[in-house]
């Protein structure tokens, strides 16, 4: 009976999901464009730094180790100093050395294609760009930024002594679309459907009209007589 039920409601309201179906693919299409034989290629640039802190020199090195808690110590720096390399204060500094090569390229696009990583006292930095010598450039411009003006990075998060080193890199490769890029068109109309859906039955449940002899049942009316739909 439940089925039934819910088919009647499709049958009556069809038009919302058809309709709201529509207009998503519609939108979809105008802004992803599936025509398209394939998306512009992507270029990612990976950095690999490492980040210590110098050992303190104590008297008694049996009560305090003075290396295992520099260890220690670089591990939470790595945590603030992700911070530091997608902060708008780096991005603009990079894009700052990029105009003194010619290449002009806006701060926030720098932070926008940065994706940090950490791992211990190892800190990994990635660029994703559409050109693969603007992607290298970024990539040279981040680390001579890092390399040269440590201290300063260093001196915001409250720490002295603490030194950054390149480990790999930039290690440039051609990036292909990921899966959400691949299928969103078709993830969209599903999203559509199931909102189209979700619209219909909630249009049913805020609907006060009666439809059938059951919709009368349930209210605990009596029934006098029907007329039957005309064929």
Do not use: C
Not at 52 to 78: H, K, N
């Amino acid at each position: 009976m439940e089925l039934r039920a819910y088919f009647n409601i499709l049958r009556r309201r069809w038009w919302i999901p058809i309709v709201l179906t529509l207009l998503v693919s519609v939108l979809s299409a105008i802004q992803l464009k599936p025509w398209q034989s394939a998306p512009p290629t992507q270029f990612s640039a990976q950095l690999r730094f490492l980040i210590g802190v110098l050992p303190l020199d104590v008297a008694d090195a049996s009560i305090y180790d003075p290396r295992y808690f520099a260890w220690l110590t670089s591990e939470y720096l790595v945590d603030d100093f992700t911070e530091v390399v997608s902060s708008q204060l780096f991005s603009q500094q990079v894009s700052q050395r990029l105009v003194e090569q010619q290449i002009v390229i806006p701060g926030g696009a720098i932070s926008g294609s940065a994706a940090t990583g950490k791992q211990h006292r190892i800190i990994s930095v990635e660029f994703t760009w559409h050109n693969e010598e603007e992607a290298v450039a970024i990539a040279h411009a981040a680390t001579a930024e890092l390399e040269e003006n440590a201290e300063f990075y260093f001196y915001q998060l409250g720490t002295n002594d603490a030194t950054i080193t390149l480990l790999d890199g930039p290690m440039v490769a051609p990036v292909g679309p990921t899966l959400q890029e691949q299928f969103a068109f078709l993830i969209r109309l599903i999203l559509g459907i199931v909102g189209g859906l979700g619209i219909a039955f909630l249009a049913e449940y805020l609907d006060t009209s009666i439809y059938s002899r059951a919709h009368v049942e349930e209210l605990g009316l009596p029934i006098l007589g029907s007329i039957p739909k005309h064929r």
